[in-house]
């Protein structure tokens, strides 16, 4: 926790005042923060609409500096000639991991029509075996979500999906009677105007639909506001390429999915966010910049 975090930074001899933690929520510890004239950056991950708020505080204070890491819908492509267990076992991980709290999840998955069917049906059936539970216990594959009011949220849109005519192939209901569990739930036949397509939901839910053409895909992954991440599986490295080249994201994974390097920045485009964190150019956010001219 931050707290810890805290105490170790007292423990190492930081001088007092180059690290502080303040405890609180967002309208009161957040807004002071925004607010007060002896900050000069903010930053902040976490919700899109949250962010907002905190980038109009910042202007409205001091027009101080602001950089948001923020939510995400990010597309996996799959094509045909992709190997087929290693992109069901991919998708798996992009979107269960941590019950799917994860700003990178890959909730959208957009597979090769000549596969689709056969992806569906392995898909459903390695989510069939992901075990819910207690984070605690080595068997458990997926914990809880991290509140009732996320949990709520989830579910809500779990509904959603169904009444707006997706095909509900697995999931979608709560494990046990206590906690917030959330079975593994995979959406097919699912258009990119539904909400679940379209909106972020933070949870173990995924939508799984089905493309023909490159030049199809590349147009539907890029609709919508966010653009944190993508992924493209395929042999062909020209697709990859002008996959890398035409997908608006600020990290594009090939063959792969939440692979991460401490030096490689992150960040989005679109809402997804503002300014980049790791790496050298995380620095510039923190860095202020002055000329000087001498004359003698």
Known sequence: TALRMAELVREAGFPPGVFNVVPGYGPTAGGAVTAHPGVDKVTFTGSLEVGKIIQQACAKASLKRCSLELGGKSPLVIFKDADLDHAVETAHQGIFFNAGQVCTASSRVYVEDAIYDEFVARSVALAKTRKVGDPTHHETDQGPQVSDEQF????????????????????????????????????????????????????????????????????????????????????????????????????VWVNCYNEFLSDMPFGGFKESGVGRDNGEYALELYTEIKSVIIRT
């Open 152 to 251: 709520d949220r989830v579910m809500g849109y779990i509904e959603k999906g169904k009444a707006e005519g997706a095909t509900l192939a697995c999931g979608g209901k709560r494990v046990g009677d206590r906690g917030y569990f959330v079975e593994p739930t995979i959406f097919t036949e699912v258009s990119d105007d539904m909400t679940i397509a379209k909106e972020e939901i933070f949870g173990p839910v995924v939508c799984v639909m089905r493309f023909t053409d490159v030049d199809e895909v590349i147009h539907r992954a890029n609709s919508g506001n966010f653009g944190l991440a993508a992924a493209v599986l395929t042999k062909d490295i020209g697709k990859a390429f002008r996959f890398i080249d035409e997908v608006r994201a600020g990290t």
